[in-house]
Nanobody, 124 residues
Framework: VQLQASGGGLVQAGGSLRLACAAS????????MGWFRQAPGKEREFVSS????????YYSDSVKGRFTVSAGAAKNTVFLQMNSLKPEDTAIYYC??????????????????WGQGTLVTVSS
C-alpha cells in the first residue's frame, strides 16, 4: 500500500483545512486507517483511527469535536476535516494503514504503512 497525504497549508486560528490520504497498491479497504501528527520537538501522537467496517471512529481528546474523518466513495481516499483549528494543531500530519481491524489502533506501532506527511501550520 502506498499512501499520499495532501491538503496541508497555512491557516489562521479558527479556520479549517481538509486533509486527504490517497492510497494505491493493495485493496485499501482491507486496512484500517489512522491519522497521526508530529509537532516540532515532540513525539508523534495519535489523532484518529477509522475502519471501513462498522467499527467506531476514534479521536484523541485534543481533537474530538473539531476533527472528522470521512471516506471517499471509491474507498481509496480518506479525509480528515479539521475545523476550529488552534495554533497547537500545528504539526506534520501523517496518514497510515493498519492490518489490525479490531481495537482502537492508537499506537503508531500498530500501523504497517505510512504516508510522507503534510504540514499544517495554524497562526494565532
Amino acid at each position: 500500500v502506498q499512501l499520499q497525504a495532501s491538503g496541508g497549508g497555512l491557516v489562521q486560528a479558527g479556520g479549517s483545512l481538509r486533509l486527504a490520504c490517497a492510497a494505491s497498491g493493495r485493496t485499501f479497504s482491507s486496512y484500517a486507517m489512522g491519522w497521526f501528527r508530529q509537532a516540532p520537538g515532540k513525539e508523534r501522537e495519535f489523532v484518529s483511527s477509522f475502519s471501513w467496517s462498522d467499527s467506531p471512529t476514534y479521536y484523541s481528546d485534543s481533537v474530538k469535536g473539531r476533527f472528522t474523518v470521512s471516506a471517499g466513495a471509491a474507498k481509496n481516499t480518506v479525509f480528515l476535516q479539521m475545523n476550529s483549528l488552534k495554533p497547537e494543531d500545528t504539526a506534520i500530519y501523517y496518514c497510515a494503514a493498519s492490518s489490525l481491524v479490531r481495537g482502537t489502533r492508537r499506537r503508531a506501532g500498530e500501523y504497517d504503512y505510512w504516508g510522507q506527511g503534510t504540514l499544517v501550520t495554524v497562526s494565532s
